[in-house]
């Protein structure tokens, strides 16, 4: 069963265009990462919300943690292609050691 | 600051065999965890090792093993290797829930 589950699952756009990938899951985070991976290598961090409705900003990139902390949302604004890759979320549980990962969003802008 | 090392990078080995994966953790890192992420799909928690003592071990049978060592560094050993082993077998270390930072991962293909 996975915890954590990312919308869609492939996504192929025009460079320019904007997207929003979706971490949803029916269990509560006490925080939530975002990475991303290129192929041949480990994930790289993008951001950590940690409260309930925060909005974190990383250039062209939005992150959104739900208020009930059991979601969240990647939005990219002008893609480009070095955009191009693996998008993953990633949650802490209370009393957990680990991190849950999403399923993935495999991402590709089209120039 | 040198970031987390894995070594081998890839690796072929036989059904049955047993094999060992290292990994370097980040300097005043304490924490290690191990992850296998199959092809497409997410990463999934091993365990993680503190202060070289297992600290929480996700879905995976005994043949998965760990140690880490006083210098924070840790191996994974898999004993009766299943074709099904064959993934992305990533490391990360931290020394708090904010600060994870993974290795490039070593490729295990078994046949």
């Known amino acids: 069963t996975q915890l954590l589950e990312q919308s869609p699952q492939f996504l192929s756009i025009q460079e320019g265009e904007n997207l929003t990938v979706y971490c949803n899951s029916s269990?509560?985070?006490?925080?939530l990462q975002w990475y991303r991976q290129e192929p041949g290598e480990g994930p790289v961090l993008l951001v950590t919300v940690v409260t309930g409705g925060e909005v974190k900003k990383l250039k062209r990139l939005t992150f959104q943690f739900g208020d009930a902390r059991k979601d969240s949302s990647l939005h990219i604004t002008a893609a480009q292609p070095g955009d191009t890759g693996l998008y993953l979320c990633?949650?802490?549980?209370?009393?957990?050691?680990?991190?849950?990962f999403g399923t993935g969003t495999r991402l590709t802008v089209i120039p | 600051e040198t970031g987390v090392t894995q070594s081998p990078t890839h690796l072929i080995k036989t059904r049955g065999q047993q094999v060992t994966l290292r990994c370097s953790s980040q300097?005043?890192?304490?924490?290690v965890s191990w992850y296998q992420q199959a092809l497409g799909q997410g990463p999934q928690f091993i365990f993680q090792?503190?202060?070289?003592?297992?600290?929480g071990r996700g879905n995976f049978p005994p043949r998965f093993s760990g140690l880490q060592f006083p210098n924070y560094s840790s191996e994974l050993n898999v004993n009766a290797l299943e074709l099904d082993d064959s993934a992305l077998y990533l490391c990360?270390?931290?020394?708090?829930?904010?600060?994870?930072?993974f290795g490039s991962g070593t490729r295990l293909t078994v046949v």
């Open positions: 090792y503190y202060r070289e003592e297992e600290n």
């Open positions: 300097s005043g890192h304490n924490t």
């Open positions: 269990s509560v985070f006490s925080s």
């Open positions: 990633a949650g802490h549980q209370t009393g957990a050691n680990n991190l849950f």
């Open positions: 990360a270390s931290s020394s708090d829930r904010v600060g994870t930072t």
